[in-house]
């Protein structure tokens, strides 16, 4: 958050720089939610209803039902006990909750020839391009490499639009076909740096 606060409206830029002060701040909360749903989200556990299932019959009153929950926990929280916290809040003996899956929090070093290629081809082909490193609130199989100790990037050259982010997984999610065309020039560009020191 801290490399982009210069981009940040006057009122959120504090916010940006010190995100501590949002821990006592729930108007500085609310205005960052309001400003970025996906920068409020690093800063607390998020957890979304995203399955439901019972009878596989319409006449039939299930014996029993489930829900899924998708939690995204920040790197320091301990997941049995943030279990434990959600079977306190639901506070019923009848109900069980179950870990499906989980992962380690794990990062890759920026101090390495790879991302040094990804810094050196963005800058060059987007004149205000900012290479900074980011935690996501996404999804990413990157974690079965970083526990292998083996560096991998959440690195996406497609630049989209604010109409092509919010469709995300959605019903109609698309990319502009010259967008993919430059991205996939993008990457090229990035292994012949990599690979070769340069095209």
């Keep these: 958050?801290?490399?982009?606060?210069?981009?940040?409206?006057?009122?959120l830029r504090p916010y940006y720089e010190e995100p501590d002060r949002l821990l006592d701040d729930a108007e500085g909360r609310l205005a960052l939610r309001l400003d970025s749903s996906g920068a409020h989200a690093l800063l607390r556990d998020t957890c979304a209803l995203t399955r439901l299932g019972?009878?596989?019959?319409?006449?039939?009153?299930?014996?029993q039902a489930w829900a899924e929950l998708d939690c995204r926990l920040l790197p320091d929280t301990d997941p049995d006990a943030f279990i434990a916290q959600l079977e306190t809040l639901i506070d019923d003996p009848d109900m069980q909750v179950t870990r499906l899956?989980?992962?380690t929090a794990a990062v890759s070093?920026?101090?390495?020839?790879?991302?040094?290629?990804?810094e050196d081809t963005l800058t060059e082909a987007l004149a205000q391009a900012r290479v900074v490193p980011a935690m996501a609130t996404g999804f990413t199989d990157s974690h079965f490499f970083r526990d292998l100790d083996i560096t991998a990037y959440g690195f996406g050259t497609v630049l989209l639009g604010a109409d092509e982010l919010s469709g995300v997984h959605g019903h109609n999610e698309r990319v502009n076909i010259e967008a993919f065309k430059a991205g996939v020039g993008l990457y090229h560009t990035v292994l012949e740096q990599f690979l070769f020191g340069g095209p």
């Design 54 to 63: 019972g009878s596989l019959k319409i006449n039939v009153i299930p014996s």
């Design 101 to 103: 899956m989980g992962f």
């Design 109 to 118: 070093s920026t101090e390495t020839a790879l991302y040094g290629a990804i």
């Design 1 to 11: 958050m801290k490399a982009v606060a210069d981009l940040k409206p006057p009122h």
